[in-house]
């Protein structure tokens, strides 16, 4: 299946929905939620990517589209599991040579955040828990290798906003041949303000260094996004605009472009 049948497969079910006005005024409760990495909500987004400047002679580009379900389990009457997974589909042109093209399935990312139900006095919120690298990709794309680590995540939110930051460390197990132990480190500072009318305005960071080669890919990048019904179904539109500001050797560079489609369940 390729890049564009996946992305109409995403997007053809909205064409069957009719708005239903009756339920604006539970967006804005979703849209903050949204915000949340540990929000006690159900969701399941459509990220399509956009990256170019990729390669030896920087003329390659390359679409991502990433499965993102999450999905809270209520432990007890004090803590919640959150499940959040990374399922990539790669399509590339120009990255490996003039006019050569690959696709296929990236490695899956999958953490789980212990988290407590209530934020702390302080108000804030929080979470940790392991974080697993599994090599279910194709052979172009995968690292061949299971790797393991923690995560965690810290925000608060107030008067609309919520700023805080994810992070995680991927340490390699039994790479293949030819492979190296992953070793690498991700950060996501962000910030955003939620209007009362569900629109949510977002800047953020996505660092990645990469201890084997000392190599940071840092894109800084602003997303807008809005909650919507659509016969009764609730679902959350994104656009984003990224600027590489450190990017490795043959990593992507200049602007790269972000538009997310998310299925909201809420309880």
């Known amino acids: 299946m390729t890049f564009r049948s996946l992305l109409l497969v995403a997007l053809s079910g909205l064409a069957l929905w009719t708005p239903s006005v009756s339920a604006q005024d539970a967006s804005n409760e979703l849209a903050l939620e949204l915000q949340n990495p540990v929000a006690a909500l159900i969701s399941v987004p459509f990220q399509f990517n956009y990256e170019q400047n990729i390669g030896a002679g920087q003329n390659g580009s390359r679409k991502v589209l990433n499965i993102q379900p999450v999905v809270p389990f209520e432990l007890n009457g004090n803590w919640n599991l959150i499940s959040r997974t990374i399922i990539p589909y790669i399509e590339q042109d120009g990255v490996t040579g003039p006019g050569q093209k690959q696709s296929g399935m990236g490695d899956i990312v999958q953490s789980f955040f212990f988290s407590p139900i209530a934020p702390t006095d302080d108000g804030w919120i929080w979470g940790v828990g392991p974080v697993i690298y599994l090599p279910t990709g194709s052979s172009q794309f995968s690292q061949d290798q299971f790797g393991l680590g923690p995560t965690a995540v810290a925000l608060r939110q107030q008067g609309g906003w919520t700023y805080g930051a994810l992070?995680?460390?991927?340490?390699?197990?039994?790479?293949?041949?030819?492979?190296?132990?992953?070793?690498?480190?991700?950060?996501?500072?962000?910030?955003?303000?939620?209007?009362?009318?569900?629109?949510?305005?977002?800047?953020?960071?996505?660092?990645?260094?990469?201890?084997?080669?000392?190599?940071?890919?840092?894109?800084?990048?602003?997303?807008?996004?809005?909650?919507?019904?659509?016969?009764?179904?609730?679902?959350?539109?994104?656009?984003?605009?990224?600027?590489?500001?450190?990017?490795?050797?043959?990593?992507?560079?200049?602007?790269?472009?972000?538009?997310n489609v998310t299925f909201l369940f809420p309880k």
């Open 167 to 259: 992070a995680n460390h991927i340490w390699g197990i039994d790479p293949g041949p030819g492979k190296t132990a992953l070793n690498a480190s991700f950060m996501q500072p962000f910030v955003s303000y939620t209007t009362d009318k569900a629109w949510s305005f977002v800047a953020q960071a996505e660092a990645t260094y990469d201890w084997n080669s000392e190599q940071w890919s840092i894109p800084v990048g602003v997303v807008v996004s809005k909650v919507a019904n659509f016969a009764d179904q609730p679902v959350s539109f994104s656009l984003g605009v990224r600027k590489f500001i450190e990017s490795p050797a043959f990593g992507p560079g200049g602007t790269a472009f972000r538009f």
